[in-house]
């Protein structure tokens, strides 16, 4: 069983910067694709960024390019999400997912995913 832990969150102004991190035990974390996603308040939860269990190149959804970065750290057992340049619209609970042997695009699809964190509240305010 594997265990996830998201951290970072928090409330910052539109413009700022902010990274979050997700800790995982109770598997061999580099067999697992990561994952990262989000759920805004009467929103579907959606697709942010992935990477494979392999690493190589991660997949961003269109509404992040070029404001987010993901990143794994296998010595760590950790992901990160490095977001830049927040906006009102990025305000939501984001969480972290992982799947044996998952690769980038496949991670982002929501029903692929088997393991999940509790999230962490990320809120920008104008």
């Known amino acids: 069983q594997v265990s996830l832990v998201e951290s970072g969150g928090g409330l910052v102004q539109a413009g700022d910067s902010l990274r979050l991190s997700c800790a995982a035990s109770g598997g061999t974390f580099s067999r697992y694709g990561m994952g990262w996603f989000r759920q805004a308040p009467g929103k579907e939860r959606e697709f942010v960024a992935a990477i494979s269990w392999s690493g190589g190149t991660p997949y961003y959804a269109d509404s992040v390019k070029g404001r987010v970065t993901i990143s794994r750290d296998n010595a760590k057992n950790t992901v990160n999400l490095e977001m830049n340049s927040l906006k009102p619209e990025d305000t939501a609970v984001y969480y972290c997912?992982?799947?044996?042997?998952?690769?980038?695009?496949?991670?982002?699809?929501?029903?692929?995913?088997?393991?999940w964190g509790q999230g962490t509240q990320v809120t920008v305010s104008s």
């Open positions: 997912a992982a799947k044996l042997w998952g690769t980038a695009q496949v991670m982002s699809v929501l029903t692929s995913q088997k393991y």
